[in-house]
């Protein structure tokens, strides 16, 4: 195998290189699920969806908080850095749930919406590929109703015979928990959803096209931060990164 390496450098001195890595690229595997990868881990005993991070300590967490990462979805929206809008975000699962601990960074809280258009208020959408198929996928959010109620709430679904059950319908999963945690300077969410809301992942499922952003609404206008890609900007889920369980 020959590799070729050009770099145009215009500025005067030298350039080095720390590391340089190499992918094979395919239909299931495209360049954003090497660039985006995070881990789910195994629950080991009983989560509580209640916003408090004691269960959470030994999960690694998929961060974003780059301006290369912030879109500005609106004409006089602008990001002012990580305190203004950035986040992380933890995945465990067990035979039953998958479980989400999402840290935001937010300076002020915003505007809420009724839940046809929770994307457009301060909220986290999720996107999930269970088969990889860069084809179908499941979209949710999650945020609060104007009244203030935590909601977990289905924007698209993956198609699977298992529709015709009233499984994977669109609209709130009532049967998800979630806690939205006011903390000085942003917000902690903490949500349990059933594996069957998510078919076709499964507790057996090794791994997953994904792809999560956060929704910051200011009062005045919009701006998005994601991880990996596919959701905001367009509905793609060849965009997504690729989760991990293990």
């Excluded at 601990?101 to 301060?122: N, Y």
Aim: aromatic content about 10%.
């Amino acid at each position: 195998m020959n590799i070729a390496l050009l770099v145009n450098h215009a500025a005067p001195g030298s350039v080095t290189f720390d590391h340089i890595s190499l992918y094979a690229l395919s239909e299931r595997y495209p360049a954003s699920k090497h660039l985006w990868q995070g881990v789910a881990k195994r629950a080991s005993g009983t989560i509580t969806a209640d916003g408090i991070t004691d269960e959470w300590k030994n999960v690694p967490a998929m961060k974003t908080a780059d301006r290369g990462n912030v879109v500005l979805a609106e004409k006089g929206s602008k990001w002012s850095g990580t305190d203004d809008l950035s986040a992380s975000l933890r995945i465990m699962r067990d035979r039953e749930y998958l479980y989400l601990l999402a840290e935001v960074k937010d300076s002020v809280a915003g505007k809420r919406f009724p839940f046809t258009k929770a994307w457009q208020g301060d909220s986290i959408q999720l996107a999930f590929d269970p088969l990889m198929s860069g084809q179908d996928y499941s979209d949710i959010v999650l945020a609060e109703t104007p009244e203030g109620k935590p909601v977990v709430w289905r924007y698209h679904k993956c198609w699977t015979p298992e529709l015709l059950t009233g499984i994977t319908a669109t609209g709130e999963i009532k049967s998800a928990k979630l806690a939205i945690r006011p903390v000085p300077g942003g917000r902690i969410y903490e949500a349990a959803i059933p594996l069957r809301e998510l078919h076709p992942l499964t507790a057996e499922s090794k791994e997953c096209g994904f792809s999560f952003l956060v929704n910051d609404h200011d009062g005045q206008n919009r701006k998005f931060i994601e991880w990996a890609s596919g959701i905001g900007k367009k509905r793609d889920p060849k965009q997504y990164g690729l989760l991990l369980f293990e």
